[in-house]
C-alpha cells in the first residue's frame, strides 16, 4: 500500500467520523446560515428601532431661571413654525422618516427651571436631565447687532443627552440663518453678503456600511472556529478514548497519520469558511445587501465572493495547524478547550486592532498574522481597490505562516514524550538534557523561524525606510548590523541550543574546485538572463513608477557612498548572511523531511518572499533556485556565498561605475536589450555551469558505488 493511499484512507475514515457528528455539523452548517442573515436584519432592525424610539421619548433640558425657560420655549415654537411654513409635515415624513423633522422638538422636550448654573451642571452628571442650557441674555434678540451667547451642557455619555444635542444645534442654526436673512434685508444687503464662497460637502460613505466593518472579523473567527472541534477530537478525542495510542502503533508511518489527520482538520475549516462566505453571499444578495456593505455605491461583485474566499484558504490552513500542534498537549477534550482559548484570545487582538476604523492595509499590518486577513477581507468586502503587491504580500506572508505551522504541527504530533507522556509534555520539549544530538534541523525548527524573521525584518525594513527625498543610506547602514544577528547568529544561537551540527546544517565544508568554477561562471553571467528576464516581464506587466523611483534614489546614494563600503553592504554582507540562513539553515532543515527539489523550491521561493519586491519575486526566486542547486550539488555554501557576492558586485558596479560597461559596448539603461552575443555567452556560461555541478554528482555518485563494491 502506497503512501498516498493510505494517507488517503485515514482521511476519508476520520472525516467521515467527523461528519457524523451532530456538533460539527451545527457549528458547520447550521450556524453560518442563520448567524449572518440575523446580523444583517437585527443589526438594521436595531439601527431602525433605536432612531424611532430616540424619535418619541420626552427629553429632559435644564436651564436656569423661568425667564431662560421662556426664551428657549420661544425658539422652539418658532422653529417648529417656520419648519411648517416652509414644508407641511407629511410632506417632510415622506421625504426624510428619520429626520427630526418628522418629531418637532418642541414637542419631545421638557423644560425644566434650575436655581443656580453649578446645581445644573451637577444635575447633569448625576443624569437627572439629560442636557443643560445657558443663555448669557435671557431677551429675545431684537437690536441688528444684538447677540446672545448659547451654552450647551451635555454628558458625552448619555445617549438621549447627544441626540437633543445634535437637535439642539440645528435648530439654533437654522435660527441664525433666519435671523441673518431678516437683518439683511432690513438692512437692504444682498442674500450672499456673508457668504462669499459657496460651500457644499458631499459624504459618499454609506452609514450602514458598518456592517463591512463587522463581517471581515467574524469571518476570520468563523473560520478559526471551524478547525477546533476536529482538532480537538482528532488529538485530545482520541486520547480520551484510548484509541491514540494504539493508532499510533499501527504499521502505518506516523506522518501518513499526521498528514491525514491534519487533511482532515483543514478540510473541514475550509469549509466552514466556504459556508459562512457563501451564508454571506446568499443574504447580501438575496436580502438586498449589496448596496449596504460596500461604500463603493456599486454593490459587491461575486468575484469579490471567490476572491475572499481563496484568501482564506491559506488562513484556514494556518489555523488548523496551530489548532491541531496545541491540541496535541490536551490529554482530555476539557483540557484542549482550556489550551484553545489562549489561541483565539491570542487571534482576537491583531484581529481587533485591524477591525478598527482607522487601521488601513499598509506597512507592517501587510504582514502580521490575522490582522492581515481582516483588512484584507474588508477591504474587498467594502469595494476598495487593493493593490496587487499588498494582495499577494498577504498571501504570501499568510502562506508562510501556515508552512510553519503545519511543519511544527506534524514534529509535534509525532514525538512520543507528546503522545505518550501524562504531563509536563511542554517541558520536556524544552529541556536540553533529553534532546538528542542532530546532524540537521528539523524543518519545524527552520520554519519557525523563518516565519517569526519574516514579520520582524518587515517591520525593521518600514521602520527604517527613509521618505522620497531622503537618503537610503540609513537603511543600507542598518540593514548591514542587523543581518549578521537575525540572519546568522540567531539561527546559529538556535542550532546549539538543540544540539544540531552547526557544519552539517550550514554546509559548512571545502568546496572542490570543479564546484568553485561552477560558482565563478554563474557569478559572472547569472546577471545577464537575470536582466532580459526582468525587462521580459516589465514589459508585460509594467513598471510601477514607485519602483522606478525608488531605483533612481537607490543609484544616487550608492554613487555618493564609498566604493569599498557600497560593496561590503550590498555585495558581501547580504550573500554571506542570505545563502546561510536560506541555502544553509532554511534549505537544511527542509532537506532532513524533503526531497532535493522540495527544499530547493522552497527555499527559493521564501528568498523571493523575503525581498519584499513583488515585481522582482519571479526573477529572485529564480536566482535562489540556481543558488539552492549550487549549494545542493556541492554540499557546501562557499559556493553559493561566492556566485552570491559577484552577482551583487556586479549588480553594483553597473549603477556606480556604469562606464565600465559602456567600455564594452553594453548599455544599462532604462528598457535597454543587452547585445545578442552577450547574451549568448551569458546564457551558455550559465549552462555550462549548470553541467559541471551535474557531472561532479553524477563522478561522486559513481566514486561511491565503487568504494561500496
Request: aromatic share 8%.
Amino acid at each position: 500500500m502506497s503512501s498516498l493511499h493510505r494517507i488517503r484512507t485515514i482521511y476519508q475514515k476520520e472525516l467521515l467520523d467527523i461528519l457524523r457528528d451532530r456538533r460539527t455539523l451545527i457549528a458547520m452548517i447550521v450556524v453560518p446560515i442563520v448567524l449572518y442573515p440575523l446580523l444583517m436584519v437585527g443589526s438594521l432592525q436595531a439601527v431602525t428601532i433605536q432612531e424611532s424610539s430616540l424619535n418619541k421619548e420626552k427629553y429632559i433640558i435644564g436651564v436656569v431661571g423661568h425667564k431662560q425657560k421662556d426664551l428657549l420655549t420661544y425658539l422652539l415654537q418658532w422653529d417648529a413654525m417656520l419648519a411648517a411654513q416652509e414644508k407641511p409635515i407629511d410632506e417632510r415624513v415622506a421625504s426624510h422618516p428619520d429626520d427630526e423633522a418628522a418629531a418637532p422638538l418642541v414637542e419631545l422636550v421638557k423644560i425644566i427651571p434650575i436655581k443656580s448654573e453649578a446645581a445644573l451642571r451637577v444635575n447633569i452628571r448625576e443624569r437627572a436631565i439629560h442636557l443643560g442650557i445657558l443663555f448669557d441674555s435671557n431677551e429675545f434678540l431684537k437690536a441688528i447687532d444684538q447677540q446672545n451667547g448659547v451654552t450647551i451642557l451635555s454628558d458625552e455619555a448619555e445617549i438621549r443627552g447627544q441626540y437633543v444635542t445634535n437637535r439642539l444645534e440645528k435648530m439654533f442654526k437654522r435660527l441664525s440663518d433666519r435671523l441673518v436673512d431678516q437683518r439683511k434685508k432690513r438692512a437692504a444687503l444682498p442674500a450672499n453678503f456673508d457668504r462669499p464662497f459657496d460651500i457644499e460637502f458631499v459624504n459618499l460613505s454609506a452609514p450602514q456600511s458598518i456592517l463591512g466593518q463587522i463581517l471581515p472579523l467574524i469571518l476570520i473567527l468563523m473560520t478559526i472556529t471551524g478547525a477546533i472541534y476536529p482538532a480537538i477530537d482528532l488529538t485530545a478525542g482520541e486520547r480520551e478514548r484510548g484509541t491514540l495510542e494504539s493508532l499510533m502503533v499501527c504499521p502505518v508511518p506516523v506522518i501518513d497519520l499526521i498528514v491525514g489527520k491534519f487533511l482532515v482538520v483543514t478540510t473541514v475549516a475550509i469549509m466552514g469558511a466556504t459556508l459562512n462566505l457563501a451564508s454571506v453571499t446568499a443574504t447580501v444578495y438575496f436580502g438586498g445587501f449589496d448596496m449596504l456593505i460596500a461604500t463603493s455605491g456599486e454593490g459587491l461583485p461575486l468575484v469579490t465572493m471567490l476572491l475572499i474566499l481563496v484568501c482564506l484558504i491559506p488562513f484556514a490552513v494556518l489555523m488548523s495547524a496551530m489548532m491541531l500542534a496545541v491540541c496535541s498537549f490536551a490529554r482530555t477534550f476539557k483540557e484542549a478547550q482550556n489550551y484553545v482559548t489562549p489561541v483565539i484570545l491570542a487571534a482576537l487582538l491583531p484581529g481587533g486592532m485591524a477591525a478598527l476604523p482607522a487601521a488601513r492595509l499598509d506597512g507592517v499590518m501587510l504582514v502580521l498574522p490575522v490582522g492581515n486577513m481582516v483588512l484584507l477581507t474588508r477591504e474587498l468586502l467594502l469595494g476598495s481597490a487593493v493593490p496587487l503587491g499588498h494582495l499577494l504580500t498577504v498571501l504570501f506572508s499568510t502562506t508562510l505562516y501556515a508552512v510553519a505551522a503545519v511543519a511544527i504541527a506534524a514534529t509535534l504530533f509525532g514525538k512520543e514524550s507528546v503522545v505518550f507522556a501524562d504531563s509536563g509534555s511542554l517541558k520536556t520539549l524544552f529541556s536540553r538534557n533529553l534532546i538528542k544530538p542532530a546532524r540537521q534541523p528539523s524543518v519545524a525548527m527552520s520554519m519557525l523561524y523563518v516565519s517569526l524573521l519574516f514579520p520582524t525584518w518587515f517591520f525593521i525594513q518600514s521602520a527604517l525606510s527613509p521618505a522620497v527625498d531622503e537618503n537610503i543610506g540609513g537603511l543600507l547602514e542598518a540593514s548591514a548590523w542587523l543581518m549578521p544577528l537575525l540572519f546568522v547568529l540567531m539561527p546559529l544561537l538556535m542550532l546549539t541550543y538543540w544540539k544540531v551540527s552547526a557544519k552539517q546544517s550550514l554546509f559548512i565544508k571545502v568546496p572542490k574546485a570543479r564546484h568553485l568554477a561552477a560558482a565563478i561562471l554563474l557569478g559572472c553571467c547569472m546577471w545577464i538572463p537575470a536582466h532580459e528576464l526582468n525587462l521580459i516581464q516589465y514589459g508585460l506587466l509594467g513598471l510601477p513608477q514607485a519602483v522606478v523611483e525608488q531605483a533612481e534614489s537607490m543609484a544616487e546614494t550608492l554613487q555618493a557612498l564609498p566604493f569599498g563600503g557600497v560593496i561590503l553592504m550590498i555585495a558581501v554582507i547580504p550573500a554571506v548572511c542570505e545563502e546561510l540562513l536560506f541555502r544553509g539553515f532554511l534549505m537544511g532543515g527542509l532537506s532532513s523531511s524533503a526531497r532535493k527539489w522540495t527544499a530547493i523550491l522552497a527555499s527559493a521561493a521564501i528568498f523571493g518572499v523575503f525581498h519584499f519586491m513583488i515585481f522582482k519575486f519571479l526573477v529572485t526566486a529564480m536566482l535562489g533556485v540556481v543558488l539552492g542547486y549550487l549549494c545542493w550539488q556541492s554540499q557546501s555554501i562557499w559556493p553559493a556565498i561566492i556566485a552570491h557576492a559577484m552577482h551583487n558586485t556586479l549588480a553594483v558596479m553597473s549603477v556606480v561605475k556604469p562606464a565600465m560597461f559602456e567600455s564594452m559596448g553594453i548599455t544599462l539603461q532604462e528598457g535597454a536589450h543587452l547585445p545578442w552575443p552577450m547574451l549568448i555567452v551569458g546564457c551558455v556560461a550559465v549552462v555550462v555551469a549548470l553541467l559541471l555541478l551535474r557531472r561532479a554528482a553524477i563522478s561522486q555518485t559513481r566514486s561511491v558505488m565503487v568504494s561500496s563494491a
